[in-house]
């Protein structure tokens, strides 16, 4: 499965060979021509400010370090709440919770919550359980201003905007957050001021990696507040040259005041289009069922990941289906169709930039046919009116993958009102060392 990445931010995180064709020759060679050094003589006292302002973070940041503690900034950050707990306890809670959860809707349909499957394990499985590390294959940091026109980076401290300075992250891919640190130290040098939320003045908003699964190739989102940036070739350039595995470099621009990190334009400043990457959702799939002939619409598709997997996944076992899938955001859209040509799926995958209750609501009106419905909704769930929509539909299957499985109880129970019956719930741990699951529900037609 291959995948483009534009403006549309999805947890497409997942997934991720050969990058001598996506690397784009011509701009690489000219970042490390063009690797900047002169101007580092001629601003010798910009230089030693950056470097005494970041070796100033990372020393703050080092001032709580627990040596027992497996991260430097664990109580500072907040992020990983259970770092320090063994992995099997934690998939033990994960799994107490969702039972207690869905309990109302197990014992209705006479089932029992699945296992959790972990990071490399399924709770039960015998023996020693692993300490999940360097997972993470999307990093992003928020950029602030410093003292003397410092850009300051890191993570927020839970619960506030007070920037913590990560000196590096145990659950991140490797190399991800000393990316995200040059970032800032080459804004810095080329006074490129970072953004001030409050004052709204500034440029520099956030930085997004993106790092390969099983490519070994780095995507960088730069978010600004408006295109025009001060010495943008070289900062461009600069940037790509962090990381010899970098082989794209996108501007997002994004002046709306508020925390959304990415705004509606992109573009490509360095090297290809799209970094290549393999997304599983094993699951899911394997809860649709798919045979020949189906129609399978994807609702909430983003950037088309979940039905392009699904349809490449049924054409490599000769199973021919049609895919469609819904999307509101434009540039998701717009990315679901290159990603449909990257996997030779322009033939059979149509793509609608529309909102996924509208669509359907329509499609209910008009008898259109679905055999098999993929639900990938917000963390606020799907709403009334689109799973009513969804029942009258009648499609054989309906999949049901959720970031957030509290209103996924909710809105199953709609979905066994309106001629369904649940199959299997199953929890995933994307997020080990967090209080965060997600789930995969397979409901069929009664």
Known sequence: MEAAEGSEEKQSSKKSKSSQDAKGKPAKGKAKTKRPGSRRNEDKASQTRSKRSHKDQVSSARKAVDPKSPCSIMKACGGCTAL??????????????????????????????????GMGVTLGDPGKYPAPRGFRHKAATPFAPGKEGAVRCGFFERGTHKIVAVPECPVEAPGARQILNGIAREAERLHIPAFNEDKHLGLLRYAVVRCGWRTDQVMV???????????????????????????????????????????????????????????????????????????????????GTIGLCAAKAAQDKGVGIMLLGVERNHAGIADARRNA???????????????????????????ERVDVLSIDPPRAGSTPEFLEAACALKPRRITYISCNPVPQERDLHQLLDGGYRLLKITPVDMFPHTDHTETVAVLERR
């Not at 969702?98 to 197990?106: G, Q």
């Open 84 to 117: 320090n707990r063994p992995y099997k306890k934690q998939l033990a809670a994960k799994q107490a919770a969702m039972e207690e959860l869905f309990a109302a809707l197990c014992e209705r349909e006479g089932i029992s919550v699945d296992p959790i499957r």
């Open 221 to 303: 989102t730069l978010v600004t507040a408006q295109r025009d940036l001060p010495h943008a070739q070289e900062f461009f350039e600069a940037v790509a040259a962090l990381d010899p595995r970098i082989v794209t470099v996108a501007q997002n621009i994004n002046g709306r005041p508020g925390n959304a990190i990415l705004g509606e334009e992109t573009r490509i400043v360095y090297g290809a289009e799209c970094m290549r990457d393999q997304l599983l959702y094993q699951l899911a799939i394997d809860g649709m069922d798919l045979q020949q002939g189906d129609v399978l619409m994807d609702a909430y598709c983003g950037s």
């Open 341 to 367: 040509e990257l996997n030779g799926l322009t033939r059979s995958a149509w793509f609608m930039a529309d909102d996924a209750t509208d669509y359907i609501l329509d499609a209910a009106d008009n008898n």
